[in-house]
């Protein structure tokens, strides 16, 4: 009692300090800017509370193990687990504390930091104190010990006894806790999660050994962290506001989790045998909830993370009442609901991270899938333990979590920008809106999302973020098993929740879809850098083909924390981009670097009425560190129901005229690339020693190597090669338009690290460099552009649709190709820097992008994106103002979509007699008029979605 009282009092005076600087926090940042949820109805009582509930859990958890295979699986293996350590502390009880990673001897209270690195520590308490981790970084040359292995109450003068996984024989060695990672704070987390086990065992089967030895691991734990104050960084600097009790990030007081579930399965045996600790684990629980608060990144995902171990503490926590400071419950619970501080965001302010329109979150795809599950989560916990409907207080997530399977290619995986792993889509999201649903009666809600879940599963996925095994199998036991959908909800399409183009400018994400089929459905995705965990990139893109991401973003290498990350992997080098004079870059992870989109067809989002046999963007860039325009405007352009190629214009110059050169890079999954001319004679690339930072470029180029080269002005051919051991051989067949002082390399890249552990590939693929193609041209790139055409393609018949590409026009700031299909269809492409009127041979355009599609003498289509006219064979439509519109035959009949009035052209002998045409039930008069000596139908057309012209 004695300790527990200066236990207190010591408590008290920290809180207080705390306080004042939360109340410093809290008058610069009032929570007035958002709306405020109702917790008025909540009041806690009993235990426990925060995984299952005491009345009835028992009797859920009982029938849950004999109705369930894998349940009753789950928890023989927990039970045959604890019953092992237990009959073991029944005979040694100090077996398990004495591992756990405390200070031992010298009980030091205060902890110091630098650079992201434990510095030592100072104080003393009257008991041994929780010790603090090694690193911020996860890396380290030692080995995480077995339990068994751990050396009882290690503390040789601050040092661990570990393995050296670098040396021969693996040798163990007493270690500087600086060196160590994070092993000490995974030493703990295991030992508290066996002392959580064993908690909820004495609940369950109401045998106090089980609590005895939770109580003995738990009461050492939390009585020791309850000495110890927030570590100090020695270099005063960032680290300060992101650090916690048992870790350098609050995003991962990962303990918080089976520690609070175990107290709270333990709370009748404390409150039985040891009342006198509920105040002394209640104000450790509150001063780590307070530090938390006070530190960490409000703007992200962080913040929920954060606002998850606080809510956890909260929750067996009692209420306000119950406290001298009126500090329980309720109090954190608003705290995170409705509170806004600098480092820690209302729920309600942080919702503002997602889109209003596109309700995409801020920041990469990795993150955001698991930002949504964890809001979802936060509902879900609300629902099971409090019984109060977040959902109906939060109005986007519903629409947020419809929207995140933008992120999907045909295959089922989502799009790997910034610091993001290729993956299945998390369903868990879709599955907590169901379970709400359930548990609120809103039966058209179950529909929605239960229609959504059968639809994503049918590609594959996974539901939940795939933890370690042992928190997976635990925490399946409550309140989140898997979900059974009802029979009478039927699968919909993916087209119901993937569009042909889709843009969200609050991170700056750019993409176009043709076709879902997952072998023969293409798909580009474009990014710049706006938002969280985002690269150095530019205008960064990824090209699908034959069910595979063969044009890869990099990943993250090692970690955030290793080199290779901050000079290769977040950089320029790593993406299919444009870099200007070797040295574009800035500033990664927050950044504010956006696109601006220019145009798309189809609108983004839009699922009917448009011409589906093109779509393309345009999107601008402003390179900050050499003040450089940048555009791109990509296309998909399908030619057959199993064929297509895409089309990438790339213009970059520097404002002030100063180029020096641009460099285009392009990487490839496969073994291989060969490079040929345009009558496919290879081409005689030489070694070269450019491309280095030895000639005051970006360090990230010292990561190519094998690098040949050649100089040349001619159109080129580059194809690259991927075999895949029992699959077809896949082909990316990639042409690029000539310009005088170009240069051509080929290189070998470091390997992707977006790809996950045999996630869509094998790993044996996905750790071989990759296949660079890098374009150099001397100079600016604007009125040379880099234009590219990309066709995906199979062994069979040779391998691809196109027959030859050629170029045409002279114009400054024109490109024109002609795409000849081996169909005998050729494609005519136009694109423009700016708007102005490009004739060739009968054809009229005049605009950003057009396509004339002929097969031998006869119009196939005739494409107008955000243009004034385009016209061939007598064909032809003009706009007053730019405007996006189509005009194809399909099955002889003739088709006609505008995003504005437009004028249509038709020949005159396509009219017999009459001169009007119908459209969607609409009689439309023409006008004959005489066009260069040819008479032409002139008719205004009025904006409309696809739509048949009928003629006479």
């Known amino acids: 009692m004695v300790i527990a009282k200066k236990y207190l009092q010591r408590q008290s005076r920290i809180i207080k300090y705390a306080l004042a600087g939360l109340g410093l926090l809290i008058s610069a940042c009032p929570s007035t800017e958002a709306q405020q949820i109702d917790i008025s109805g909540i009041h806690v009582k009993g235990h426990p509370r925060l995984l299952t509930d005491e009345n009835t859990g028992r009797e859920t958890l009982n029938a849950l193990i004999k109705k369930e295979d894998w349940a009753g699986r789950i928890f023989k293996q927990i039970q045959t687990d604890a019953d092992a350590y237990v009959a073991r502390y029944q005979t040694d009880s100090t077996w398990m504390v004495s591992r756990l990673q405390m200070y031992w ?47 009882p109450y290690m503390d040789e003068d601050g040092k661990l006894y570990l393995q050296n996984g670098t040396v021969p024989g693996k040798p163990w060695e007493w270690v500087e806790q600086s060196k160590t990672g994070r092993i000490i704070e995974s030493i703990n987390i295991e030992i508290i999660e066996k002392a959580r086990n064993a908690a909820m065992l004495y609940w369950f089967t109401g045998d106090e050994k089980y609590a005895a030895f939770a109580y003995s691991v738990m009461n050492t734990y939390i009585t020791g962290m309850g000495y110890r104050v927030e570590p100090v960084d020695l270099n005063h600097g ?80 009692e209420n306000d009442s119950q406290y001298a400071d009126k500090q329980g419950c309720q109090y954190y619970l608003d705290q995170i609901l409705n509170k806004t501080y600098t480092r820690q965001w209302s729920l309600t302010t942080l919702l503002k991270g997602y889109d209003p329109e596109t309700a995409i979150w801020g920041e990469c795809p990795g993150y955001s899938e698991n930002v949504i599950a964890d809001f979802t989560g936060f509902a879900n916990l609300f629902d099971r333990t409090l019984h109060t409907d977040l959902v109906k207080q939060i109005p986007v997530l519903p629409k947020a979590v419809l929207a995140y399977a933008q992120y999907l290619y045909p295959n089922g995986y989502i799009v790997g920008f910034g610091d993001t792993h290729y993956g299945k889509l998390r369903t868990d999201a879709i599955s907590d809106l169901i379970r709400n649903a359930r548990m609120n009666n809103k039966a058209g809600q179950e529909a929605i999302y239960s229609r959504m879940l059968k639809t994503i599963n049918a590609l594959g996925q996974k539901d939940g973020p795939g933890t370690a095994t042992r928190q997976a199998g635990f925490n399946a036991l409550f309140g989140t098993p898997p979900i059974t959908l009802s029979d009478t909800v039927k699968q919909g399409a993916t087209g119901d929740y993937l569009t042909a183009a889709f843009w969200s400018p609050n991170v700056s994400w750019m993409v176009q879809r043709n076709g879902l089929d997952i072998k023969k459905g293409l798909m580009i995705s474009q990014a710049g850098s706006s938002g969280n965990h985002m690269h150095a990139n530019g205008i960064a893109m990824e090209l699908y083909g034959r069910g595979i991401v063969l ?47 220019n145009a798309c067809y189809p609108l983004s989002a839009q699922k009917a009425g448009y011409f589906k046999g093109v779509t393309f963007s345009d999107v601008y860039f402003l390179e900050p560190e050499t003040n450089a325009d940048q555009n791109r405007l990509m296309s998909i352009i399908r030619t057959s129901d199993s064929t297509g190629y895409y089309v990438d214009i790339f213009r970059s110059k520097r404002k002030d005229g100063k180029d020096k050169s641009h460099d285009y890079i392009y990487h490839n999954l496969g073994q291989q690339v060969s490079i040929s001319d345009s009558n496919n004679k290879l081409l005689d690339i030489r070694p ?39 699959n077809e051989a896949i082909f990316m067949n990639m042409w690029m338009k000539g310009y005088p002082r170009r240069e051509i390399f080929s290189v070998k890249a470091p390997p992707s690290k977006a790809w996950g552990k045999n996630e869509m590939i094998p790993d044996s693929i996905a750790n071989m460099p990759l296949p660079t193609v890098v374009v150099r041209q001397q100079g600016e790139a604007w009125s040379k552009p880099f234009a590219a055409i990309y066709e995906p393609s199979g062994a069979a018949n040779n391998g691809t649709a196109i027959k030859n590409i050629r170029s045409f026009g002279s114009e400054p700031g024109f490109t024109g190709l002609i795409v000849s299909n081996k169909s005998g269809r050729n494609d005519y492409l136009f694109a423009n820097a700016e708007t102005k009127n490009i004739t060739f041979e009968d054809m009229r355009f005049s605009g950003l992008y057009g396509v004339i599609s002929i097969s031998g003498s006869q119009l196939d289509y005739l494409f107008l994106g955000r243009g004034l006219r385009i016209a061939k064979n007598g064909y032809g439509l003009t706009s007053l103002h730019p405007a996006s519109a189509a005009l194809w035959f399909e099955q002889s009949r003739l088709h006609f979509t505008a995003g504005h009035p437009v004028k249509l052209y038709l ?5 017999a007699v ?32 696809d739509a048949e012209i009928i003629l006479n």
């Open 105 to 151: 001897k010298q009980h030091y209270t205060d902890v110091f930091i630098k650079n992201g690195i434990y510095a030592y520590a100072t104080g003393h308490a009257p008991v041994p104190t929780v010790r603090f981790t090694g690193t911020r970084d996860v890396a380290t040359q030692y080995m995480r010990p077995k339990l068994e292995d751990i050396k």
């Open 914 to 945: 009459r001169h009007t045409i119908k459209l969607n039930n609409r009689t439309i008069k023409g006008e004959l008029v005489n066009q260069k000596g040819k008479r032409q139908w002139c008719f205004d057309m009025p904006a409309s979605p």
């Open 238 to 317: 960032h680290d300060q506001t992101l650090v916690g009790l048992s870790a350098f990030e609050v995003i991962h007081e990962d303990v918080l989790e089976p520690l609070t579930a175990g107290y709270d399965f333990l709370f009748p045996y404390i409150q039985k045998h040891h009342p006198e600790k509920l105040p002394v684990f209640a104000a450790t629980f509150k001063r780590w909830a307070d530090i938390i608060i006070k530190n960490g990144v409000p703007f992200n995902n962080w913040d929920l993370i954060e606002a998850k171990f606080v809510a956890d503490i909260a929750i067996v926590l």
């Open 907 to 911: 020949p005159e002998e396509v009219l």
């Open 551 to 597: 044009a890869p973003e990099g990943g993250i290498g090692g970690s955030y924390f290793q080199t290779d990350y901050a000079e290769y992997y977040s950089q320029f080098p790593a993406h299919n981009t444009v870099v200007v004079d070797g040295i574009s870059s800035y500033p990664v992870m927050k950044s504010n670097h956006p696109l601006k989109l």
């Open 688 to 726: 070269t020693e450019k491309l280095t930072f030895a000639n005051t470029e970006l360090v990230g180029y010292d990561y190519f190597y094998d690098k040949k080269s050649i100089r040349t002005e001619h159109d080129f051919k580059a194809r690259f090669c991927l075999s895949i051991p029992g």
